[in-house]
T-cell receptor, first 113, second 112 residues
């Protein structure tokens, strides 16, 4: 078990472009979470999945954001028509149902220029 | 409303000195409390967690935290800080399997 893996580690994109991030959780974990962290702030919740079902979405997740977890394993987070305000670290975490506490990945740092 | 307050944005301590990082929370149900540490450009690592039982919990790297319900606090402590402890520390509150609410973090600098 290599922990939670996120790719890419860094992404620089031009404003208006679409980007997609991938998260591979710990294999036996059925819950997967996406958080966003901006400079000087703590992580803010975006959305989470239990298996393939997306159970909760934050109001931070505008209609330009979409997340999927098609087979209950890895997840993707897509941002369409990126804006400079989307520049942040996007963190993925997973947990095993009633097991408490997340395991976080190392994050994907997005820079929109 | 659920929230976490970390009053100290930045703390500087000398190596070998003791450390206490403050955390106050507001949560509508029984709180599950966590401390995470983050090194620059990295994800978050769980230091310790409190769910129930003994209000003094031990974590990794020699850290401990004490839950005080009457004060809505969950302060992190370490008796003797090492240079490698320099990092950002986040307190979080949440419910099992659900979203966590994080504080804005406390940045720790360790002076040799």
């Amino acid at each position: 078990d290599t922990g939670v893996s996120q790719n890419p580690r860094h992404k620089i994109t031009k404003r208006g472009q679409n980007v997609t991030f991938r998260c591979d959780p710990i294999s036996e974990h059925n819950r997967l979470y996406w958080y966003r962290q901006t400079l000087g702030q703590g992580p803010e919740f975006l959305t989470y999945f239990q298996n393939e079902a997306q159970l909760e979405k934050s109001r931070l997740l505008s209609d330009r954001f979409s997340a999927e977890r098609p087979k209950g394993s890895f997840s993707t987070l897509e941002i369409q028509r990126t804006e400079q305000g989307d520049s942040a670290m996007y963190l993925c975490a997973s947990s095993q149902g009633s097991n408490y506490g997340y395991t976080f990945g190392s994050g994907t740092r997005l820079t929109v220029v | 409303a659920q929230s976490v307050t970390q009053p100290d944005i930045h703390i500087t301590v000398s190596e070998g000195a003791s450390l206490e990082l403050r955390c106050n929370y507001s949560y509508g149900a029984t709180p599950y409390l966590f401390w995470y540490v983050q090194s620059p450009g990295q994800g978050l690592q769980l230091l310790l967690k409190y769910f129930s039982g003994d209000t003094l919990v031990q974590g990794i790297k020699g850290f401990e935290a004490e839950f005080k319900r009457s004060q809505s606090s969950f302060n992190l402590r370490k008796p003797s800080v090492h240079w490698s402890d320099a990092a950002e520390y986040f307190c979080a509150v949440g419910a099992p399997g659900n979203q966590f609410y994080f504080g804005t973090g406390t940045s720790l600098t360790v002076i040799p």
